[in-house]
């Protein structure tokens, strides 16, 4: 009798605390994302997927985003990714790798059937894997994809014609696959460890037919290899050997990085694969503070390069940029190269109140007060009741 009791009380404890957990404050919960339904006709199913929107999207609704499409995405990847992206565009903490990534995580009903080129149940020496029955229709999923998901994207989310798939194992196949049948479906490609062996590489001997002809691919391409020696050494030859022909393809512009990750297996190169994948990819991206607070003028070529090596229309991001400046002016006491650099932000956002508030503090730094008033009277004009620019112009003006 004592030991029910016990129960019940522990019960009762328990229902009390997951009560007070769901009443909790909505500001209280950390929320990475959202999942959604989709019908495909072309699947003739549902599939669910998640999106991760990153942190200036609600606050900059003029702007849009590259997206990257995370195959395998259950919530594990999905977190996974969106913990990475997060982390690697940090403008605040002078973090900023790469673009600001919407992430569509796609959930599996069957990988095996969706990520496979071919029907086939080989593997490597065997040619007798029942699991492997249903495969074949990549094709299929990579038609969902481009004719289904993302028109549901593009219409509900803000984006550029650029997007980017991730993909593991066979999901890395997948991206080979969409790379070799439908080049213009993706601009860049994060594969990790992709299935070499697929129907006795299937995808190196196809890779040859096309890649030797192709000279008009626009694409970013990283590739990682784990560590499967052990395993089988045809995995890292046949890993290899395709990134050659990327490496003798004459498209102008193409770009393949290989990385091999000697210390990790099949399973355990995910996380790294994905950090050193997406610094790869968006290299040209990366804005260098000790660059700009030696030279601000290499601003002046950003957008130019992003355009030429991302593809991208892009500027140099107003947060960071800013951030950079003030390290100028305060932490490295240089005043004329904060200005500079506080001048090329006006230049890019031009309908900024805090660029041109930031200016105003650099032209007060350098005893500059009639171009610190310019500054101020610009944000009156975009702000009529600004506050806090009165308030300062009336100080410059006493």
């Given at each position: 009798?004592?030991?029910?009791?016990?129960?019940?009380?522990?019960?009762?404890?328990?229902?009390?605390?997951?009560?007070?957990?769901?009443?909790?404050?909505?500001?209280?919960?950390?929320?990475i994302?959202?999942?959604?339904t989709?019908?495909s006709?072309?699947?003739k199913?549902?599939?669910?997927?998640?999106?991760y929107?990153?942190?200036?999207?609600?606050?900059?609704?003029?702007?849009?985003?590259?997206?990257?499409?995370?195959?395998?995405?259950?919530r594990?990847?999905?977190l996974?990714?969106?913990?990475?992206?997060?982390?690697?565009?940090?403008?605040?903490?002078?973090?900023?790798?790469?673009?600001?990534?919407?992430?569509?995580?796609?959930?599996?009903?069957?990988?095996?059937?969706?990520?496979t080129?071919?029907n086939?149940?080989?593997?490597?020496?065997?040619?007798?894997?029942?699991?492997?029955?249903?495969?074949?229709?990549?094709?299929?999923?990579?038609?969902?994809?481009?004719?289904?998901l993302?028109?549901?994207?593009?219409?509900?989310?803000?984006?550029?014609?650029?997007?980017?798939?991730?993909?593991?194992?066979?999901?890395?196949?997948?991206?080979?696959?969409?790379?070799?049948?439908?080049?213009?479906?993706?601009?860049?490609?994060l594969?990790?460890?992709?299935?070499?062996?697929?129907?006795?590489?299937?995808?190196?001997?196809?890779?040859?037919?096309?890649?030797?002809?192709?000279?008009?691919l626009?694409?970013?391409?990283?590739?990682?290899?784990?560590?499967?020696?052990?395993?089988?050494?045809?995995?890292?030859?046949?890993?290899?050997?395709?990134?050659?022909?990327?490496?003798?393809?004459?498209?102008?512009?193409?770009?393949?990085?290989?990385?091999?990750?000697?210390?990790?297996?099949?399973?355990?190169?995910?996380?790294?694969?994905?950090?050193?994948?997406?610094?790869?990819?968006?290299?040209?991206?990366?804005?260098?503070?000790?660059?700009?607070?030696?030279?601000?003028?290499?601003?002046?070529?950003?957008?130019?390069?992003?355009?030429?090596?991302?593809?991208?229309?892009?500027?140099?991001?107003?947060?960071?940029?800013?951030?950079?400046?003030?390290?100028?002016?305060?932490?490295?006491?240089?005043?004329?190269?904060?200005?500079?650099?506080?001048?090329?932000?006006?230049?890019?956002?031009?309908?900024?109140?805090?660029?041109?508030?930031?200016?105003?503090?650099?032209?007060?730094?350098?005893?500059?007060?009639?171009?610190?008033?310019?500054?101020?009277?610009?944000?009156?004009k975009?702000?009529?009741?600004?506050?806090?620019?009165?308030?300062?112009?009336?100080?410059?003006?006493?």
């Open positions: 009798m004592i030991k029910q009791i016990r129960t019940i009380a522990l019960i009762l404890v328990a229902l009390v605390l997951s009560i007070k957990a769901f009443t909790q404050p909505s500001d209280s919960l950390i929320v994302g959202q999942r959604h989709i019908h006709a072309i699947l199913e549902n599939r669910t997927y998640s999106v929107l990153p942190e200036s999207y609600q606050r900059n609704p003029g702007k849009s985003y590259v997206v990257a499409y995370v195959l395998d995405g259950e594990i990847k999905f996974e990714v969106a913990g990475i992206a997060q982390s690697m565009h940090s403008a605040m903490n002078l973090k900023l790798q790469i673009p600001e990534l919407i992430l569509v995580s796609i959930e599996n009903i069957d990988r095996t059937r969706d990520f080129p071919t086939s149940t080989n593997y490597l020496d065997r040619d007798d894997i029942a699991a492997f029955k249903t495969s074949g229709k990549a094709t299929n999923f990579m038609q969902f994809i481009e004719k289904e993302m028109p549901e994207i593009n219409k509900n989310y803000r984006t550029v014609p650029q997007s980017m798939i991730i993909g593991h194992s066979a999901g890395g196949l997948f991206g080979l696959h969409c790379l070799l049948e439908n080049p213009d479906l993706f601009s860049y490609y594969l990790i460890d992709p299935a070499w062996f697929w129907d006795r590489n299937y995808i190196g001997k196809r890779g040859k037919e096309i890649l030797a002809k192709k000279k008009d626009k694409a970013r391409i990283f590739i990682a290899l784990a560590n499967n020696l052990q395993d089988d050494k045809r995995h890292y030859e046949w890993g290899q050997e395709f990134y050659q022909l990327l490496k003798e393809n004459k498209s102008p512009d193409l770009y393949a990085d290989l990385k091999y990750f000697d210390d990790e297996k099949h399973l355990t190169v995910t996380v790294p694969a994905t950090y050193y994948g997406l610094r790869s990819i968006f290299r040209p991206f990366e804005i260098d503070l000790n660059e700009v607070t030696k030279d601000p003028g290499v601003l002046a070529n950003y957008s130019a390069t992003m355009k030429k090596e991302l593809f991208l229309d892009t500027k140099p991001d107003e947060r960071f940029v800013n951030t950079i400046g003030y390290v100028a002016l305060h932490d490295r006491q240089l005043p004329d190269i904060a200005v500079s650099i506080f001048e090329i932000n006006t230049k890019n956002y031009p309908e900024s109140l805090n660029v041109w508030d930031s200016l105003a503090d650099a032209y007060l730094a350098k005893g500059y007060k009639d171009k610190a008033r310019k500054c101020y009277e610009t944000i009156l975009l702000s009529p009741g600004n506050s806090q620019a009165k308030k300062k112009l009336e100080a410059l003006n006493k």
